[in-house]
């Protein structure tokens, strides 16, 4: 009896030792790596600008009405800031009609926002406009209506993408009836009088966005379905040019205008629909990074914001694995610097970013 109750009390100090133990600390999480989504909740068609403040803007299809406006320094940590328009000063030029995939630029040094207007299905009646505002949080003021399908004759006009070359500015745009373009007014805001439109890349493509890069110009586009939830099948794609205006082809030399092209970011286990990229960004060490959007499988609501490192391979584009990434090393950003001048779209090049340091 007395050895079971010196057991039973050397048990009870061994438990009551082990209470008092200091339960061990999470490990800290890795601060140089970053996980997709980014934001993890919707905002597709993501467009980005790097503004006079030091931060970097996002913009996106209105799924937060009056199309959402979100900010960072280092292109992982977002805020949300506000909205383009409200209630009261949004586009109306399309009755009923959603705000889509928004395009931001710098132009003459105030904010130029191009923006879809449309209801689903609505490809004669859907069209193009433009709005301005002197600081990249807003208020923006609507310019209106730039060009309706009907007007100008291409179906499915949305999806906006402007560019200068050479001191024109050119808007590009189109959703699977062809990519086109047309030269621009002075001030961005309207169509040159008397420009013709080109037809530039085949029906397979929205989304377009184009980036010029050494001897190149890269136009990176959406195929397949955006919006069909776990059953989305978009997916990024490229193809390149020595000319801003074409012709774009793959690596063997096909043409986009017969719908060739190179993948650069498709599905996986984890995200599907991954497609309509924003503007490429750069950091301090000269790494690419790109925005896009995608469906997640574990918590399919919507289409969430993603981000992946672009990498260059003989003057051709990849994102490691051709999928989305689900942990990755972040962007390398010193203190960023407030700046009085930027380039048409907001972004310094490695070089740029050194001789503003120095």
Known sequence: MVHLFQYVLLTLLLVGCRAQEVPPEPIPADPTVYRNPVIDYSLPDPTIVRADDGYFYLYATEDIRNLPIHRSRDLVNWEYVGTAFTDATRPTFE??????????????????LYYSMSVWGGEWTCGIGVATADKPEGPFTDHGKMFRSNEIGVQNSIDPFYIEEEGTKHLFWGSFRGIYTIELSDDGLSVKPGAEKQQIAGTAYEGVYIHKRNDYYYLFASIGSCCEGLNSTYTTV????????????????????????????QRNQKFVGTGHNSEIVQD????DWIFYHAVSVDHPKGRVLMMDQVKWQNDWPHVE???????????????????KSLSPRGFYSFSELSSLKN
């Open 284 to 287: 301090v060490k000269g790494q």
């Open 238 to 265: 490229v193809g390149r040019s020595s000319s801003l205006f074409g012709p774009y082809a793959d690596k063997r030399g096909r043409p986009m205008m017969e719908n060739y092209h190179e993948v650069l970011i």
């Open 95 to 112: 009755p009923n009609g959603g705000l889509w995939a928004p395009d931001i630029n710098i132009i003459n040094g105030r904010y130029v």
């Open 321 to 339: 694995g051709g999928t989305p990434s689900l942990e990755a090393q972040k962007p390398i950003f010193d203190e960023l610097m407030s700046v």
